[in-house]
């Protein structure tokens, strides 16, 4: 005879318990993927999926395995930190079997203006033109020669020093304006700057010459009142004389 | 004997039963219990990283273009693992900020307005945050953080139900239509496993971008960091990002 037994109420829940943990455990096995949980709550074999995508740019290294002759060249100029697939494509193809598929050549002006074309947005000193002023009807290559782009000319006797400034007045209302219209600069300036400063201009009526109301000077220039306007400010205390537009 | 002391006996008597270490075991609890192996592993793994420098930025929209050849990424707007902004602050204190088909054929020339203060190029990706709220998120587990710190997809797993895409802060992520699956930048994950460059910092052609290990000196990542002022994009939200950003303007979110 038994002393207890357990109530039919608990069985019943004792069997659906265990029906419910079998069919948990069943479960599991069947929809968790196997790596799952290795590393991480995730699956491991993900990884590897993520690694097994094919490259596309081979990077600087390969190209200079080959080529290390335009390299050598690239290294000594102001294109030296640019890599060959930013201008010439992703080659990885063409590194695997240099027959097969050859790297584009860029032609044209377009994918140098893409870097050098004048955007208000860009960095100060960075080599920027206004296409329309620059040569219109040339192409790049014409002068410079991408993997090496200094200009084939010697840089502005000016400019050489002070590219920033140049390159500031170059895009600016006053480009057309030699430095020596504004400064004086002694030939001794070139050996010894500090010593032999060029002149600047002092006085507004110097502005005047052009700005002034009853200056003789193109009617495209503007003109302003010069006893009144400014006040007691001299013109270079708002307008830079480099780029006179900016504010 | 206290009652927590007895508790734990009964616990790890009841561990000792074959039947219920199977059980643990097969449910995958004894890795909650061990505190995940993500950080037992992590110690000693590289910490992938990429620095911004502002500044430098032209602009010129190589690396979107890059990205999306080396990845695979749509065409089309509004799918980028990576993106350039156009800021221009207004004298009036407006940002103003646009970013045409994600700047992937440069920007059209604007005037040089007297309303415009100052104006800069932003380059944004994901921030392969230490703290990934994306991560954090996703129901199964398809999202992820590698023991070297980037954060993945994984397209067979994922079901494609956007949380990540919302939970993001920075916007990084989008549902590829053709697989409808969550994407977003990997640091080349392909690439930087065997030593290149990512796609986007292998086109800078001003060094705009840099790339490199955290925790490492030889490292061009390190250079930058001593050399500059660091800032990442919404510290606030204690994400930790690991895009570092310099000279970045308050400006930009």
Redesign the interface.
């Known amino acids: 005879m038994r002393i207890w037994k357990f109530p039919d109420q608990v069985v019943r829940l004792a069997v659906l318990v265990t029906i419910a943990?079998v069919a948990?455990?069943v479960v599991?096995?069947m929809f968790?993927?196997e790596s799952?949980?290795?590393?991480?709550?995730?699956?491991a074999d993900?990884?590897d999926?993520?690694?097994?995508?094919?490259?596309?740019?081979a990077?600087?290294q390969a190209c200079g395995d080959c080529h290390d002759d335009m390299v050598a060249i690239k290294a000594g100029s102001y294109?030296r930190?640019?890599?060959c697939?930013?201008c010439h494509g992703?080659s990885a193809v063409h590194v695997d079997d240099p027959s097969e598929a050859l790297p584009t050549i860029p032609t044209g002006r377009k994918p140098c203006l893409?870097?050098h074309?004048?955007?208000?947005?860009?960095?100060t000193g960075?080599p920027q033109i206004i296409e329309a002023l620059h040569n219109p009807m040339e192409t790049c290559v014409d002068c410079h020669d991408p993997h090496d782009p200094t200009p084939p000319e010697v840089p502005e006797t000016c400019g050489a020093c002070h590219a920033a400034i140049a390159r500031t007045k170059a895009v600016s209302h006053h480009w057309s304006l030699d430095c020596e219209t504004c400064h004086v600069a002694q030939i001794e300036h070139r050996q010894q700057p500090r010593a032999n400063l060029p002149t600047k201009p002092t006085q507004r009526e110097f502005c005047g010459q052009c700005h002034a109301d009853d200056a003789d000077s193109s009617s495209s220039i503007p003109r302003v009142e010069l006893a009144t306007h400014g006040g007691r400010y001299i013109c270079w205390q708002c307008h830079y004389p480099h780029y006179p537009?900016?504010? | 004997m206290a009652p927590v002391e007895q508790r734990r006996g009964f616990l790890a008597r009841l561990m000792a039963l074959p039947w219920v270490a199977f059980l643990v075991s097969t449910l995958g609890a004894d890795r909650l219990f061990a505190g995940g192996g993500q950080s037992a592993s992590e110690g000693g793994e590289r910490k992938f990283a990429m620095g911004v420098q502002v500044d430098r930025c032209i602009g010129c929209g190589l690396c979107v273009d890059a990205c999306k050849t080396e990845n695979d990424v749509l065409r089309e707007p509004f799918f980028f693992r990576t993106w350039v902004e156009r800021y221009q602050l207004g004298s009036d204190g407006e940002a103003h900020v646009d970013s045409p088909r994600g700047g992937i054929n440069g920007f059209p020339a604007t005037e040089d307005s007297p309303d415009v203060m100052r104006s800069f190029f932003v380059p944004k990706l994901c921030n392969q945050c230490d703290k990934p709220p994306c991560v954090q998120v996703c129901p199964v587990g398809a999202t992820y953080k590698t023991p070297d710190g980037v954060i993945l997809v994984d397209h067979e797993y994922c079901i494609g139900c956007r949380y990540c895409i919302q939970a993001c802060p920075y916007g990084a992520r989008y549902l590829d239509p053709r697989t409808k699956t969550a994407d977003k930048c990997t640091f080349c994950y392909h690439r930087i496993k065997q030593d290149l460059l990512p796609a986007c910092v292998e086109v800078c052609p001003t060094q705009a971008r840099i790339f490199g290990e955290l925790g490492t000196r030889s490292s061009p990542l390190h250079r930058m960091k001593r050399m500059n002022s660091i800032q990442v994009l919404k510290p606030e939200l204690n994400t930790s990002p690991k895009v570092l950003y310099s000279n970045l303007d308050g400006e930009v979110r």
């Open positions: 943990v948990l455990i599991r096995q968790v993927p799952f949980g290795e590393i991480g709550h995730y699956r993900s990884i999926t993520v690694l097994a995508q094919g490259i596309q740019f990077g600087m294109h930190g640019l890599t697939e930013g992703p893409r870097c074309d004048y955007l208000p947005s860009r960095p960075f537009e900016g504010r």
